[in-house]
């Protein structure tokens, strides 16, 4: 999984020659030692010199981190990136990057669509009408979890489909949805549940995020 840390960020303590590639033991700053744990398959992107003040940025991959360490592994040159010669003092932060975007046009996995895709239960459908797109989901590789769609004519308070594990939130989450021209509510349950729990059954949009589980 893609790690996420918000505004975190340092200066190196020494340099280093990333300009061979691969991967590098012992990247030094004391602003790592703020990093949540990395370990494989987990990997975190650092972006040095993101401003460019002394040459092209370089996304580094963290692949080992340790609790309370104020150093790093990762492999250089990531994300169409080139390694360079990072000098002591030079900045470094935990960024969003264009591959946290993922394939907007791939990879969603849509709601009673068969195979290991979860069924609509309860008598919840797809609303159908033109130009509304069919309840789907995806999760992007920094785990985010993507809902999207219209559906209808189900029970208010009973279970729409179930998200699969790995794509269910740390704990239940609450999102505020439009509801046949006026509000309803959706609860994602850290079960994996999506249950619309207030509005009309007429049409229930589908339009929310969240992280999933850890």
């Not at 996420?4 to 190196?12: D, Y």
């Not at 239940?172 to 006026?182: D, E, H, I, T």
């Amino acid at each position: 999984m893609r790690l996420h840390q918000p505004f975190l960020g340092g200066q190196l303590d020494a340099a280093i020659d990333t300009t061979a590639g691969g991967s590098f033991a012992g990247i030094s700053s004391p602003g790592f030692a703020a990093m949540k744990v990395v370990a494989a398959p987990d990997i975190m992107a650092i972006a040095l010199d993101p401003d460019g003040l002394r040459g092209a940025p370089e996304i580094l991959w963290v692949t080992a981190h340790a609790l309370g360490a104020t150093t790093v592994t990762a492999t250089a040159a990531q994300e169409t990136t080139a390694g360079r010669l990072h000098l002591v003092d030079e900045y470094w932060v935990q960024p969003y990057t264009l591959m946290d975007l993922g394939d907007f046009d791939k990879d969603w996995i849509v709601v009673g669509s068969g195979g290991s895709a979860p069924a609509f239960l309860n008598g919840w459908v797809n609303d159908g009408t033109a130009g509304y797109g069919t309840a789907a989901f995806r999760k992007l590789p920094s785990g985010l979890v993507q809902v999207k769609g219209l559906i209808k004519t189900g029970g208010i308070g009973q279970v729409a489909f179930t998200l699969p594990a790995g794509y269910r939130p740390i704990e239940n989450r609450l999102f505020g949805v439009a509801s046949n021209a006026a509000f309803g509510q959706v609860n994602v349950f850290a079960n994996g549940n999506v249950t619309p729990v207030a509005g009309s059954n007429v049409d229930m949009a589908l339009d929310f995020s969240f992280f999933a589980e850890q």
